[in-house]
């Protein structure tokens, strides 16, 4: 007999796609997941946190967790995990909680008191239509389908309260503080963690790292007062560019992978720019963290566009949010726990590439490639020094970038 489905709040919409209800997907795999990432920053860069919350449909998990960087050179990491069903229809995941008023218009993001020092409540406002960055982009490996996915980005103002270890702050939209969004969902590597491969790896061509071909992968999200910016790219030893989308997957032909959009009833039109060019480069201490950059953008006109960019926060280590076996079984994301487990610590980020126990002794070897973490920038327009944005800004280096080693 077939598998009872059950009816969920969702399947009163006239959207369904199949005969089946919105309890169930299409693809069995184990992988298929649905949800949020969002990243939250102040224009003083005293805070860098992302907050994420992912359904895995067929292992029947939902999970959350919060990864918080403070000026003081600390990481306070939350995790939280849930069986699924039967409470499909509740995004609530211990202590998180995230309320869609109206889709892609208002949302609410929740972390309830708990041991682990850090409580939000924040509400977020778009600041622009979201942006389709990747339209179902597949990928195959010896003829396997080895990823799916989708993903729509999107800029928010933000207001709210939150509180990391000792430090409280409560803020409105005119403070300026910036909210990036990625919805996603499809079957991809969401930082499974220490458990063997359940398929061959490809035994023609070279070995490739984690992140692809040698250099670096620019990805960020800007909002600026009067537009949103999305701009992806690679960019290689040899001066060359490649346009990539989510994950690094090559999005289209070109140089450069970007959107600009306006407010809702703004009555502007988006566009996107058609060349990138990394002028120069900054670093820590010579280590592979960016300290800043120039970079110039291409318009459709022919035009120009120069920002400086200056990372001013802390980075935020992914794997403090159960990427890559972070998790204390070291599993990794979307496994089945118990039906409601809560853990977290707090880490010591002071060091430009490397992270600490709270005490600063025990080094923690982060996964892929130790320097991966996300950074929260400011882009500056060199020509009109007014037009200031902020948000997310992901460098990720891979071997040998400019004559900085991955570590």
Not at 271 to 291: F, H
Not at 373 to 379: D, P, Q, T
Request: charged share 25%; hydrophobic share 35%.
């Amino acid at each position: 007999m077939p598998a009872r489905r059950v009816i969920t709040e969702l399947d009163e919409w006239p959207r369904h796609q199949t005969i089946d209800t919105f309890d169930m997907v299409t693809n069995a795999a184990p992988g298929w997941s649905d949800g949020y990432w969002h990243c939250v920053g102040d224009p003083n860069g005293e805070v860098n946190l992302i907050t994420a919350l992912r359904l895995y449909h067929n292992t029947n998990v939902i999970d959350a967790y919060v990864i918080a960087a403070t000026v003081d050179g600390r990481q306070y990491n939350v995790r939280a995990t849930r069986r699924l069903r039967p409470n499909i229809d509740d995004l609530r995941v211990g202590p998180f909680s995230m309320d869609i008023i109206r889709g892609h218009r208002t949302l609410k993001l929740g972390l309830d008191e708990n041991p682990h020092q850090v409580e939000f409540d924040i509400l977020w406002e778009s600041a622009a239509p979201p942006y389709d960055e990747a339209p179902g982009l597949r990928s195959w490996a010896d003829g396997r389908l080895a990823g799916e996915r989708s993903n729509i980005v999107q800029l928010g103002n933000l207001s709210g309260y939150l509180k990391i270890g000792p430090r409280e702050y409560n803020f409105k939209v005119e403070d300026g503080w910036v909210g990036a969004k990625d919805h996603s969902w499809g079957l991809g590597d969401t930082g499974w963690g220490e458990k063997p491969h359940p398929f061959a790896a490809p035994r023609v061509g070279p070995r490739r790292s984690y992140w692809g071909d040698p250099g670096a992968r620019h990805w960020s999200l800007i909002r600026f007062p009067d537009r949103s910016m999305y701009y992806a790219f690679r960019h290689h030893n040899d001066g060359s560019h490649l346009a990539t989308g989510t994950g690094g997957n090559i999005a289209e032909l070109g140089t450069i992978h970007s959107r600009i959009d306006y407010p809702y009833d703004s009555g502007k039109e988006g566009w996107a720019y058609k060349d990138v060019e990394v002028i120069s480069t900054e670093w820590e201490d010579n280590l592979p963290r960016m300290k800043g950059a120039q970079i110039h953008f291409t318009r459709p006109d022919g035009k120009v566009d120069r920002f400086k960019v200056d990372i001013i926060s802390k980075p935020v280590y992914m794997q403090g949010g159960g990427y890559w076996g972070g998790w204390n079984d070291q599993l990794g994301r979307g496994v089945y726990r118990g039906d409601e487990v809560l853990e977290g610590e707090v880490w010591d980020i002071s060091h430009p590439v490397k992270v600490f126990d709270e005490t600063g002794k025990t080094e923690i070897k982060q996964k892929p490639g130790g320097h991966f973490a996300e950074l929260y920038g400011r882009l500056t327009n060199l020509d009109d020094p007014n037009d200031v944005g902020f948000g997310l800004v992901e460098i990720v280096f891979n071997e040998e970038y400019q004559g900085i080693k991955a570590v």
